[in-house]
C-alpha cells in the first residue's frame, strides 16, 4: 500500500509562483513512477506531469510546458512540481499520483492518489 499526502498548495496571483510537494510512504513502496494531476469542477482529472522513479525522464503536458518543473528526492520519497508564470486558468485542485512500470498520462492506469491540493490563481 502506498500513501500519498500534497502540500504547499495556496492562493497566488496571477505571474506568481508555487511549489507543491508530495510525499510518499508505504511498506511496499518501491519505484513507481509520480506524476501530477489536476482537476477543476465538472471536469476529468488532467494530467499535468510525469517522473520516473529515477527522475530520467519526465513528461509534461503541453499546457504547462516551460512553466512546470517536476522533480523527485528519492531518499525523502518525495515529489514536488515547481510551477511558475501561474495563470487563472491553472487554478485546480492538484493531486499527486503513483503508478508502476512506464510513464502513463490518463488518470485511470495510476493506482494511488493522494487527497488533492487546492491552487486558486486569481487575476
Known amino acids: 500500500q502506498v500513501q500519498l499526502v500534497e502540500s504547499g498548495g495556496g492562493l497566488v496571483q496571477a505571474g506568481g509562483s508555487l511549489r507543491l510537494s508530495c510525499a510518499a510512504s508505504g511498506r511496499s513502496f518501491g519505484n513507481p513512477v509520480m506524476g501530477w494531476f489536476r482537476q477543476t469542477p465538472g471536469k476529468e482529472r488532467d494530467f499535468v506531469a510525469a517522473?520516473?522513479?529515477?527522475?530520467?525522464?519526465?513528461v509534461y503536458a503541453d499546457s504547462v510546458k516551460g512553466r512546470f518543473t517536476i522533480s523527485r528526492d528519492n531518499a525523502k520519497t518525495t515529489m514536488y512540481l515547481q510551477m511558475n508564470s501561474l495563470q487563472p486558468e491553472d487554478t485546480a485542485v492538484y493531486y499527486c499520483?503513483?503508478?508502476?512500470?512506464?510513464?502513463?498520462?490518463?488518470?485511470?492506469?495510476?493506482?494511488?492518489w493522494g487527497q488533492g491540493t487546492q491552487v486558486p490563481v486569481s487575476s
Open positions: 517522473i520516473t522513479w529515477s527522475g530520467d525522464s519526465t
Open positions: 499520483a503513483a503508478t508502476y512500470g512506464r510513464i502513463r498520462f490518463h488518470n485511470a492506469a495510476y493506482a494511488y
